[in-house]
């Protein structure tokens, strides 16, 4: 399953905003401490040829295009926005069922279910990212069942604190 991210959508939601009013330098300074944070991610770190993050670049000047960061696919919009560079992206997919768009925008989620793209908001996209891997084997654990060693560590922390 491949994955294309809204960039700046996905920046906002982890708290990591570009800045509002800054230099070139300190918008791709923000681009690349977002971009190392995403990379360094298990799930993504996993494979992260999969990941397009795209950028908002309508307003430049010049095309930045297309290049790798630690994997990462990034591709930056040039005379049209993040969200048009993406449904743009989608349909022209052999296999758009294959993908999966991370953004809050509405009109994603709206195009994403007219294609039949999976969509995942950015709260639910990060929930994903922060969840830990399951290991074969082992047992889910849950709060309403205490471990095994349970009485005896409460009787040694009761003679400890009485």
Known sequence: MSVLIDGY???HAVGMPPPPAGTQAALASARRRFLDWLADSAPIKANPTAVRVV???QNSKKDHGTTTHR???VTFSFRQTADDLIEALVSIHPQPQQLRIVSNDSR???FARRK???HLSSDAFLQWLMTP???AGQKPVTDDKPPPDWP???ESLLKAFG
């Open 9 to 11: 959508n996905l920046m």
């Open 55 to 57: 950028f908002d670049a």
């Open 71 to 73: 994997g990462l696919t």
């Open 108 to 110: 994603l989620r709206d």
């Open 116 to 118: 039949m793209c999976q």
């Open 133 to 135: 891997p399951k290991v």
């Open 152 to 154: 005896d560590e409460m």
